[in-house]
């Protein structure tokens, strides 16, 4: 039972350039949601998917597209990196959608933007 | 709006001694309330969570929160630091009708001393 997965654990990127971050759970989850970490901040959230076929935006989506792939897998586009989108990326994923829920996090995608 | 604030960018104690590592919220309606623990280079852990019930809430590690809902506090606490408790702690809280969409705290360096 591997939890949260993702993929990759580094990446740099060039101004302008396209990635895909891959996250995947093997807990058989309903919600799954993508975080962003800065220094000296605490997650935030860009996007989340509290069902199969639902995605919505969280409180920093620009810059950022997701597709939840099916139940299991739940993946972040950057169409066109930009510095300011330096940060570590942690997927995390629930059972349901309920407040009460606790959320697993994946070990995070190292991501620097040059 | 929700919001979470740790007090305290640092938090520093000797193994053996009690240590506390402050949370206040603040959260229309009940809050759901979690501590999660992140190591270097690591995703992060859940160890407790308040839902409703008992305001003590025991977790992982020998962890444990008291719920104020007078005082909007939900801080962490061990009766005996370890060494391997070092880490950074974050606070989060959800709202009833915001269901998953957390908000972090910035998170608190804990570092126990030998």
């Known amino acids: 039972n591997a939890g949260v997965t993702q993929t990759p654990k580094f990446q740099v990127l060039k101004t302008g350039q396209s990635m895909t971050l891959q996250c995947a759970q093997d807990?058989?989850?309903?919600?799954m949601y993508w975080y962003r970490q800065d220094p000296g901040m605490g997650l935030r959230l860009i996007y989340y998917s509290a069902s199969e076929g639902t995605t919505d935006k969280g409180e920093v989506p620009n810059g950022y597209n997701v597709s939840r792939l099916n139940k299991r897998e739940f993946s972040l586009r950057l169409e066109s990196a930009a510095p300011s989108q330096t940060s570590v990326y942690f997927c995390a994923s629930s059972e349901t959608w309920l407040a009460g829920d606790t959320q697993y996090f994946g070990p995070g995608t190292r991501l620097t933007v040059l | 709006a929700q919001s979470v604030a740790q007090p305290e960018d640092q938090v520093n104690v000797a193994e053996g001694n009690p240590l506390t590592v402050k949370c206040t919220y603040s959260v229309s309606g009940n809050p759901y309330l979690f501590w999660y623990v992140q190591y270097p280079n690591r995703g992060l852990q859940f160890l407790l969570k308040y839902i409703t019930g008992d305001n003590l809430v025991k977790g992982s590690y020998g962890f444990e929160a008291e719920f104020n809902k007078s005082q909007t506090s939900f801080h962490l606490k061990k009766p005996s630091a370890l060494v391997s408790d070092s880490a950074l702690y974050f606070c989060?809280?959800?709202?009833?009708?915001?269901?998953?969409?957390?908000?972090f705290g910035d998170g608190t360096t804990l570092t126990v001393k030998p």
């Open positions: 807990m058989n989850h309903n919600s």
């Open positions: 989060a809280v959800r709202a009833f009708t915001n269901a998953g969409k957390s908000t």
